[in-house]
């Protein structure tokens, strides 16, 4: 778009969303303002006009005043021939030019200068013209002025963006003008332009960026404006830029397949299961972007109390963008550091612009080693002095976890016992064996309970037991019962029971088997190898073991527990540290042992060879409660070097010796840890490394006594010393025991140091360090250590409130509520609801644990019990799951809940489903509404019932036919559910379900009584068809359609159709090949036989074509079905058997296709018809049977036994539809029964002549006391070839019964047939009883109005059938019909056969034409006959379409063309004598043809007799043909047979009706009392007719058809008005006023010239009619008559003068009134059928001419006639 500064470019803000395409950009399409009009730029482009090549214009861009500017034209010549061109020079005198002619030749060109001088600053507009001899054009020139033009797209379509996201996109910026412009952009958000200004120079470019910013989801327009212009000045000139952008809310998904149920846990969830402590595991998860935008997220932890060791889990994608549907792995690393514990952490996934924040759960357990011993006590026995003895014991691993172990024991020489190795790692799920190693040195018996350190668990015990024996002392062998012994005693009497002496005199133990003490109570159930069975803490004692106080089952550090104890515990030499441990430089230090006991113990200390460490005296002996001290030397032998050291001293009773075995004590075992240096002054100690796992020590935050273990780890090549240093922070680091404090650590090995100390309020929270000297240097290692109480805290959703939506009374509600950890320890938690609450609400779970961090989800149950508000406060009470009991805390929350009542219904109270094939199933949707403000539980119910009163059925049995999909449900409040159910019909029957709904309470139980939802309707239907037309063609065209409908049965054939299938029909419910056999079973009752009459052999096939109807509402699957369609097909070695003379016959009939249907299955939707084509062809002689199975799927099946008779063409035959015959009822007594019809069909080719046996109905008379029961009025006849005969019966009962009479019926030279007629006599019927006939021997069957076109049908009839019901004798009645031409191109002609009805039944117009599309109407006029008579009558008529009759005419006219021109020439020539001429036939020859035409040659052979066309029948064997019978057949073929007619299509009209007597009538029928009978009798055919026309215009004339017609409706009409009371009353009444009118004399030269003067011999003779008219008020009084002349009123009325006794007036004639009135109706029933009667357009007002001089001068002669006329009545009056 371009844009200049003079006027402002107006664009369409409100432009359509275009989705395509980046930019819109377009800088070839520009567009120019100037003063707000659109011009064209400068083309650079060359035009073509008339064959000259140029620029359709010049533009002077660049000029300045006083100057003169050039421009140059250039002319080309692209035409083929010469151009000469006149110039006519511009009109002003600012452009310049050379006026010249100019003469191109073809591809020459010409330059043409023309010059601009301007003479002031503003635009210049004119023109140059061009004039050829082709025509003239014009070259425009154009002077702009330079102006301010910048180019920019028209609109910028920005990248789909996310929601508080960013799209940017750029587009080009362009000045297109000669000057220098400045630009400033305004928009709006969400869109920002950059560079928002700027300054461009003439054809500079710039990129502006667009910075889509969308806060909404929303599709964005909007206009950017840009003001641009000289720069200083304001900008006058603008220019829009549309924006688009189209923002959606982004989404991402968190895909992982292990994620378990989301309903459960908070999001998804990452389970990472169980871990090694110090280990690692990854797992990774993919956030999926299935939204078109890209995503842009971060992962961060949900905020809470977090740990102080950090975050057990982290993750590597901590932000980052998602492509639209792509995803990005993130891999998630858990790396636990407390062992036994479970870490919880949620990963909050904020997506910038989202809706939902997604949560995924991060759940891992830590697990730690799992090392047992394969023995907890390891027997040494008894060694001799200076031997040793080696024993083995399993070290078991059965965790996943390396296991880290250490024995704290002295294995350098220090102690008696030794193992190996001493220190370790155990790898996962694997064992080591450990050597134990007893070198004992003195001969006492020797114990010593050594731990075995695990880091991460707890320390392991190991007994060690042995006894030393010298030759001089052998002291008592200490075996493990004695530890059992000693143990159990221990824990059953600690203060009691110190001494041997005490545990012999203790009566409650005694001996075992094994001779172990044991208490009397434990016996049963005490096992002698128990190591102990008080649960005791090993970190506690491997803690006072390692303090010095050392017991193997003391607990406690009191006093008045222990045996014996040393002080200090630890040594350092040489060690200048603030330490409570002992320290000196000096190379000796005491060491101080206490008895605790009240007997004498023996003290002896081993003595290691070669060690620096010396303990004096090695033995000694202590006194109950005293204490003894020993000197510890230092006497290193090596030089700076570490020395470290266990030394061990055993304790025993002074007398233990001499103790039996059985109550032997083992010995107590103490040990003094030392360790020294020998480094000399100044000399450098080793530089320690080492490392220390973990390097912070968190101790959980509860106020309990806690331990820890670390591992110090030597790494170097060196040995290491460490020592706990206290002076950096004495008062915290006293608070934390480690032990050891002190030790020496081998090069490569470990130490496991033990952390103990009971966590306080006021330790700080990020903890404190203790420091560890190694060396005994000045190189230390730190240890943090956070040991603070911290109190435990849980949050509850919702501000500690939980709200409930209203809640039906009785039902319940669920709600989910999340709790939370935010404290360090795992707690327990459990609600409490008072009791009077527990019944409106509970939750679950109410009790559980809670690991740090967890968020759990409790179900809240609302129930409430009346309709009110609920405020319910339940408490939830939690404690750290390591103090049962201890340090509880409460909260409480608030629960709001209303109880309000509910109630549901349907949208319809009564849904009708409608109909439904019975056997199949529908689905249907039932609308509940939920209209209360709560949620409605609800359970539903069905009640069936069969509204059709005919059924009966038991409701308990019956199957229900509507299923609901679900019968229970909760809808919401002010909501819809769409209740989908089944309807599945089981019968053909009415159904009604009554929907009734319960209410539900909170258990599920019903709790309100049944209410009803609504009502659904249905019908169970099976598929129906319905023959609603029938038409026969070919041999049976000439048979009416009562005899056609009767023929195929069609009445039984529809109640069969319409009635219901027998569960045997729908054993296949569509049809199936299931027969092996050639006559397959069939699975109905139901037999009807469709019998196609009778005609001559190789005549036409007889056709009979259906109209099917689908009446109902479902569509049908018909098929008819031939054996072959029923039978399995068999290979041919499978079929055995011989055929029977049926399957014989079937075989035939089948495969010369004697029978077909056309088509032979289909489907037929609801309302819609078809035509069926059924034909029987007449091949074979004799009588067809065939059995054809019509089929309709799901529904009947009907077995229709086709019939058809095929006569030899010279055979007499008469075809009977029915053998049986039932005569109309008649009444006893009637002295004129009825005359009834019978029909004879002529099926044969020959007349036949029949003859009624009159014996028989003679010996019937005698029968019936000479009473003529049965009479035959023409019992003799002759029926013509295709017609058909009436036979005219009288049945005259003589009783109310029914009456069998078997007549014989003999044919001439055939077969005589015995036929069955039945008659019923009735007693005298009520008024009105009689059925009329027709409607009682039609039904409605036969359809009264045709609704489909039959093949090659152009015109329809209005009605098939007339029904003129009961009817007094010599009657007339009327009936109009239309005949209408549905062709759209075809005109027809029709001629009504009158003929054999002409006596009963006249047609007006009996022929005529109809064009396309027209109408016609036919007025058909029955008049009865002068005795009762039943009434059927089949008229024909007769249509031929013009074309085929003008192509019949002009075939027929080039034949007698031929024909005459044969006659008269003839050419003789001897070249070719084998040419000949076509030879004329007029008819097909019978016999030997005559010769015509030419004369031929004397000799040459006649043509021979050929036969008949008719003779050739299929199956007849033809002997061989002679050389004269073929050269015959080949002249014959050459023959042109004069043209036959075309045969007339055929309509019938059936017209019934039923006579009575005059008597009878008016007592039977006093409805119909205006039918009034005439004594007029029906007219004779007229020899001839007038074959002359009126002309144009002129009115019918007063005789003929149409006066009868007229005079006919007219007599109905006037006896109708004669017998109402209130017209005869008006008669009265008006015989008493004076005459108003009198009919002056008109002669008949005073009649209308139009009006031709018809005279009485014209007009047929009529008897006269009266009527006798009762005059109300005159009973009793004589009748009086009044006659009309109907006979010479038509046409004499002119020549009859009026008498003198005449003072009345004379009337108009009643049949010409009858005419009138008769043409009146007929007019008006064309007019509507022509649809231009319009019964409610308001009438026109006729307007009359103005008076004239000629209205007055007629006015004028007419009263000087009326004055003549007056004188000349008074003159005769005188006379």
Known sequence: MLAESLGPGPLASGAKWKPSGKNIKDPGIHQRQRGGKYRRQASSQRSCLLGLELKPELVWEDWDLGGEFTETLVLKNIHSKLQKLHIRPPLSKFFTLIPQIIVLSPGTSFSMPISFRPLQRCEYEDSIEFQTKDGSFQVCLRATIPCHALEVPDSVLLPLCAVQNSSHSTFLLKNVSKLQTCFQWECAAPFQLSPEQGLLKPGQECHITVLFQPQEALVYQQQANCKFGEEGDKAESCCTVLLQGLAKYPCLQLRNSGTKDEKKQCGKELHFGSVAVGQSLQKHFYIFNPSPVTASFSLSQLSSGAPLLGSEFSCDVPRGKVAPGGSLQATVTYTPAVVDSVSVEYLSLKCRGALNETLIKLTGNCVGPNVSLSSSVVDFGCVEEGGAVVQTVELVNSSPVEALYQWVLDCSGN?????????????????????????????????????????HRDPMFLDLIGTCHSELQQPAILKPEHLVLYKLHWYRRQDLADTPSDIQQDNNVHLDQQGALCPVEEQSHQRPDSAGVVCRNPMEEYYQSCLGCMDPLSSSSSLSSLHVSVMPSELLFNHKISSILSTSSTSSQPVSITNHTREKLSLVWTAAQDSPFTVSPPLCELAPLKSTSFRVTYDPKQLNTLHGAQLECFAFYKDNQDLEERVLFPPWCVTVRVIGHSFQPGKEHFIPSCSLKPPRVVFPALSVLSHQTVLLQNCGDLPLTFCLDHSLNPALAESVFVVPSCGLIQPGSHQILMLRTTPTEDSPKQGFSLHLRLNAAKHTKELAVVSVVEHICMSLEGDNSLYFQPTAVGSRTQRSHHIRNLSRLPLRFQWSIPESEQELISVEPD??????NESSVQIWSFSPLAEKTYTLKPTLTFWPIQTPGCNKSHLTLNVVGMGAKGSIEAEKAVLDVGETLVGSYRSIQVPLVNNSPCPVSFCLSVQQILLDEELTYDPKSEPNALQLDCDRGTIASHATMLLRSTVRPHRRAQYLWTISYQMLNASGFVSSPPQTVCEVRAKGVFPTLQVIDVWGGGSVGSLSKVHLWKLFSLDS?????????????????TPTRHSLSSSPSVFTKVLLDFNFSAAPLTSEPSTFVLMFHNPGSIPVDWAFLFPEDQQIELEYWAETGEFSSAELHRMKVQDNHLFSISPRSGTLLPGQQRTIHFTYSHNFAGTDRFPVVFKLSYGREILLNFQGVTVERDRPYLHFASKRHVFTSVTIGNCSPLRQMYELNNGGAVPVRYEVDMAVLSQLQVDNFNHPLLCCLNPEGVVLPGKTAILEWIFSPLEAKVYHMDIPIHIQDGDSTLVRFEGCGLNSPTLGSTTPF????????????????????????????????DIPVCSRSSRILFLTNVSHTDTVHYTWDQQSNQQVVQIHPDQGSLCPGESALCALTFTSTDYPTAYQLDIVCQVIQEAALTRYHDALQRWKEEKARQQDEFTITDKDLTQSQEVLIDKEPVAAPVRKGPPLRKYKTLPPICASANCEAVGTICTKLTRAERRAQRETAKAWRCPEPPQPALLHLWVTAHSHCILEYPPHFPNQSNICPSSVKPQQPEASSSSTSLPAGLPPPTHGPDRDITMHVLTSLLSGILDDP??????????????????RKTSPSSLPSFLPPPSCPTIPSHPTHQRQVLLSGTVGQKEQHNTVDSEGTAGCWRNRRPTQNTPHTEHVPADMSEDVLLNTLQNLMIEAVRGELVLTAHPRTVILPPFSTRSRRTSKAMAEEEEVDLRNRKESAGT
């Open 415 to 455: 102690s008696v016992f030794s193992i190996q190795p001493a220190s370790g790692t155990l790898c996962p799920h694997s064992h080591t064996t450990l050597k134990a190693v007893y070198r004992p040195t003195q001969p006492i018996a020797h114990h010593r309970r050594v731990a075995c350190l695990i880091l």
């Open 847 to 852: 009790a559980g644990e809670l690991h740090p």
């Open 1053 to 1069: 054939l529809n109640e069969h159709m319409l009635s219901n299938p027998s569960p045997a029909e729908l054993t296949y419910r």
């Open 1334 to 1365: 027709g409607c009682s021997h039609t039904k409605a069957s036969e359809a009264c109005v045709q609704r489909l076109p039959f093949p090659g049908q152009v015109l329809f009839l209005s009605e098939d059938s007339v029904c003129l019901g």
């Open 1622 to 1639: 209130a017209f005869t009353q008006s008669l009265i009444t008006l015989a008493s006023k004076p005459i108003t009118y009198q009919l």
